[in-house]
Nanobody, 121 residues
Framework: QVQLVESGGGLVQAGGSLRLSCAAS????????MGWFRQAPGKERESVTA???????YYADSVKGRFIISRDNAKNTVYLQMSSLKPEDTAVYYC???????????????WGQGTQVTVSS
């Protein structure tokens, strides 16, 4: 069982930056692929970025060049550095974990409670 707790959300002006963190419980964090998802009001949840346990990364086209995902296995934490934020990045951001190296088009097993990111214009 893995428990995930996100933090770092908030209100930021367009063009600004935020760093989200996701702290995971358990001793096998390094063996999990970690993903960040987001859901805006009235929209479906979408995959934003992911990092596999072997270090591969995935970014949605909408965030490429602006967002960076990283992980610190010693701290059981995955980060999402968001820069050049746009109003359309406003959403609840969720951290998720799964076993295996696949990052997209797959089910994630564990989810955090989400953290709100609001970008004002």
């Amino acid at each position: 069982q893995v428990q995930l707790v996100e933090s770092g959300g908030g209100l930021v002006q367009a063009g600004g930056s935020l760093r989200l963190s996701c702290a995971a419980s358990g001793r096998t964090f390094s063996s999990y692929t970690m993903g960040w998802f987001r859901q805006a009001p009235g929209k479906e949840r979408e995959s934003v970025t992911a990092i596999s346990w072997i270090g591969g990364t995935y970014y949605a086209d909408s965030v490429k060049g602006r967002f960076i995902i990283s992980r610190d296995n010693a701290k059981n934490t995955v980060y999402l550095q968001m820069s050049s934020l746009k109003p359309e990045d406003t959403a609840v951001y969720y951290c998720a974990a799964r076993r295996g190296a696949a990052m997209i088009s797959v089910e994630y097993d564990y989810w955090g409670q989400g953290t709100q990111v609001t970008v004002s214009s």
